[in-house]
């Protein structure tokens, strides 16, 4: 049984297709120990809590230094003893500590087609406003395991999406959402949860 940890900081939609995926089997040996927010009061502390699934929340605010914040985070994850983190919209710098605890043990959602509109800066409506400036025709999402850079650990899955010429930032989310990172996210995780993945060199081999 694969021990998970999800992290999050807002509406939580991608822990929701976590919890619908472990429930309808779609995602299968695989048991969500504890959902982390670095935010107080969203709505995915209350995903995890229509689930019975335990939640808490550790938040910068109540640190006086990064490093204390950073060293608490770790602190939590490791009391869960889990053996993945699945980071679904944590919008926070995952910390060097946390990386190296957790070599190729952590993943990550990311909702565009990396490398493209990836890296510092480029998280949550952010990637979707630069995909329409840019005036590219295809997005999507990506599921990789996170290194010590921004976006550049080895990928997992992606998936492509249509952009429309109409789309606004919040509509191209949403499509981006339902079509690529609900999909791709359960199903990394059931890969993984089967031993169905090896990596070489930062590449993902599906076997
Ligand atoms: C998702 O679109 C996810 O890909 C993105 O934040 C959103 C969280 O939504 N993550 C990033 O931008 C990471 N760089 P959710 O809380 O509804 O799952």
Redesign the pocket.
């Known amino acids: 049984m694969l021990k998970i940890a999800v992290l999050?900081?807002?509406?939580?939609?991608?822990?929701?297709?976590i919890i619908d995926g472990i429930e309808n089997g779609s995602i299968t040996n695989t048991k969500i120990e504890t959902v982390i927010s670095n935010k107080k009061d969203?709505?995915?502390l209350e995903r995890a809590k229509n689930h019975g699934i335990k939640s808490s929340v550790v938040s910068p605010k109540d640190f006086d230094t990064r490093e204390a914040f950073n060293k608490a985070l770790l602190e939590e994850i490791d009391h869960a003893q889990v053996d993945l983190i699945v980071?679904?919209?944590?919008?926070v710098i995952i910390p060097e500590i946390l990386i190296k605890s957790y070599r190729n043990k952590i993943i990550?959602?990311?909702?565009s087609l990396i490398p493209a509109f990836?890296g510092a800066g480029?998280?949550?409506l952010?990637?979707h406003e630069a995909v329409l400036s840019r005036g590219v025709k295809l997005t999507g999402?990506t599921v990789h395991f996170v290194d010590e850079g921004t976006?550049t650990g080895p990928i997992i899955l992606q998936k492509a999406v249509e952009v429309n010429q109409e789309d606004t930032p919040e509509v191209l989310?949403r499509r981006?959402?339902e079509e690529a990172?609900w999909h791709i996210l359960p199903q990394a995780i059931d890969l993984i949860a089967n031993h169905k993945l090896e990596i070489k060199e930062n590449r993902v081999t599906i076997l």
Do not use: R, W
Request: net charge negative.
């Open positions: 999050v900081s807002g509406g939580g939609t991608n822990l929701q297709a969203v709505y995915a980071l679904a919209g944590f919008l990550n959602i990311h909702p990836c480029y998280y949550g952010k990637v999402a976006d989310q981006v959402m990172e």
